[in-house]
């Protein structure tokens, strides 16, 4: 089982990005999945989460700029990010909920707003 995130980098405030996570050894489909975002001065927190009904839930702090989405065919789960703030520079990370007994944190994809 592989999580890897991309599509990390610097934008300036009130700029996009969408980042990848490609799975391997398991079929995103059929699995919760969740973004988290850590910084150097925070604990890892939740940003959003796709259940397997499609159902998606967000963290207060991006609801209305961020889309949970994944594309069955590529594995691939995405975060779409608009309206990004300073705030919102971190390591964002992709997991399965719950992890599997054999699930660690992948490197993450940093992103850094800032003008």
């Known amino acids: 089982v592989q999580l890897v995130e991309s599509g990390g980098g610097l934008v300036q405030p009130g700029g996009s990005l969408r980042l990848s996570c490609v799975a391997s050894?398991?079929?995103?489909?059929?699995?919760?999945l969740r973004w988290y975002r850590q910084t150097s001065e925070k604990e890892r927190e939740f940003v959003a989460q796709?259940?397997?009904?499609?159902?998606?839930v967000y963290a207060n702090f991006v609801k209305g700029r961020f889309t949970i989405s994944r594309e069955n065919v590529k594995n691939t789960l995405y975060l779409q990010m608009n309206s990004l703030k300073p705030e919102d520079t971190a390591v964002y990370y992709c997991a399965r909920f719950p992890p599997g007994s054999s699930d660690s944190w992948g490197q993450g994809t940093p992103v850094t707003v800032s003008s």
């Open positions: 050894g398991f079929a995103l489909r059929d699995e919760v």
């Open positions: 796709l259940h397997t009904t499609g159902n998606t």
